[in-house]
Each structure stands twice: as structure tokens, then as C-alpha cells.
């Protein structure tokens, strides 16, 4: 079965600069969720976009911003990277706000 | 959403049977209780699901306790692929408070 895709699986960046990742949910899946997961804690739920609105809003900083688009996959995007950026981001789907379904992740590292 | 208690760890025997206790005695009508593991940082492992009766898939059981304020996620035989952090959450399922909080969850270690 189809899972859902995060690209790019890995990405290092300076501080100050700037990245975008993306979210392919699995087909017909309408929401998507993004989750920050830093070393040695728990996920952290930090925005979701249901039918390409934003549905609800956690501890994401202003420096982030994230969108759904018609296609319904989702971008996270992230300026101003600081070293406390670095962590795995993962992207969820579901039909219609049930179960989520994860992908693999991001690693993001900050130098 | 309401909060869940998990020991933080636990062990079983390779091929024996795996029982993963939570708590969640501030749970609401309308919440279900919901199991996902992680496997050494890789993406969180959706389980199973319930609201108030027993549920069994390919993967585990979920026993949920008639005045559901607690649960017992079942591997019926452990193997050493199952070495993961469970978590135990409780959610509503549709709605604009759909999203995950995720816990401490247990730490099971299947031993050969």
C-alpha cells in the first residue's frame, strides 16, 4: 500500500539560512499533519491542514509557516534556522481527520 | 485531550506474549484510546484503535477496561522487531482537536 512521502529525507543547513520540506500524503488522504521530534524527546504536534485550510495550530515557531495545496500535499517551511531547529519532522495523513499515518521523516540538521 | 500514564519500560522474552498497561482515567465520551510505536527514529507505527470494546488486528489486541480509564495493548508473540516505544494516546477522532499528544510512552525491550 501506498505510505506517505517526506523529501528530502535528510538536510543540513547553516543557521540563518532557510528550508522547505514536503509532505506526499497517501492518495485520497485529505489531512495532513506535521510533528517536530528533537533528540531524545517525544513528537511534537506543531500544525495540520484539513481540505487545504489549517485546522489546528500547536508550538510552532512564527519562523515557520506551512501550507497545503491542491494536490494535497504540504510544504513546512522554516527561516531563520536556529541550532535548536534540528530534529526529525514528520508528516501524517489521514481521510477526513482519523487515523494518521506517518512518513519516514525528515533529519534536519542545523550547523 | 486527556492525559495517559505508561511505565516508562519493560521487558518480555522473544515469542512470549507482550502486555503494555496505560492510564487514562481523565478520558472523555467521545475519545478514543489509539497505539503507535516508534522504532529507533523512524516514522511513529500506527497500531490499533478503540473507543469502548475490545479491538484485534494482524499486529496486537486492545483490551480497554468497561469504565475505560485504562488499557492493555496485547502482542500476543513478541519478537526482537518488536523493540520499540509504545505510545498510548488518547484522541477525539475528527474535529479541529484531532491532532496527536504524544507522551513519554514505555520502552519495550524483547529479549531473545
Known amino acids: 500500500a501506498a505510505g506517505v512521502i517526506q523529501s528530502p529525507r535528510h538536510l543540513i543547513k547553516e543557521k540563518r539560512e532557510t528550508a522547505t520540506l514536503k509532505c506526499y500524503p497517501i492518495?485520497?488522504?485529505?489531512?495532513v499533519y506535521w510533528y517536530q521530534q528533537g533528540p531524545g524527546q517525544d513528537p511534537q504536534f506543531l500544525i495540520s491542514?484539513?481540505?487545504?485550510?489549517?485546522?489546528d495550530k500547536g508550538s510552532i515557531p512564527d519562523r515557520f509557516s506551512a501550507q497545503q495545496f491542491s494536490d494535497y500535499h504540504s510544504e513546512l517551511n522554516m527561516s531563520s534556522l536556529e541550532l535548536g531547529d534540528s530534529a526529525l519532522y514528520f508528516c501524517?495523513?489521514?481521510?477526513?481527520?482519523?487515523?494518521?499515518?506517518f512518513g519516514p521523516g525528515t533529519r534536519l540538521t542545523v550547523l | 485531550d486527556a492525559k495517559t500514564t505508561q511505565p516508562p519500560s519493560m521487558d518480555c522474552a522473544e515469542g512470549r506474549a507482550a502486555n503494555l498497561p496505560c492510564n487514562h482515567s481523565?478520558?472523555?465520551?467521545?475519545?478514543?484510546v489509539y497505539w503507535y510505536r516508534q522504532i529507533h527514529s523512524q516514522g511513529p507505527q500506527y497500531i490499533i484503535h478503540?473507543?469502548?470494546n475490545n479491538e484485534t488486528n494482524e499486529m496486537a489486541s486492545l483490551i480497554i477496561t468497561e469504565d475505560r480509564k485504562s488499557s492493555t495493548l496485547i502482542l500476543p508473540h513478541a519478537t526482537l522487531r518488536d523493540t520499540a516505544v509504545y505510545y498510548c494516546i488518547v484522541r477525539v477522532k475528527t474535529g479541529a482537536n484531532s491532532k496527536l499528544t504524544f507522551g513519554k510512552g514505555i520502552t519495550l525491550s524483547v529479549r531473545p
Open positions: 501524517a495523513s489521514s481521510s477526513r481527520e482519523d487515523t494518521q499515518y
Open positions: 491542514f484539513y481540505e487545504k485550510m489549517q485546522s
Open positions: 492518495p485520497r488522504h485529505d489531512t
Open positions: 481523565t478520558i472523555s465520551g467521545n475519545e478514543y
Open positions: 478503540g473507543l469502548k
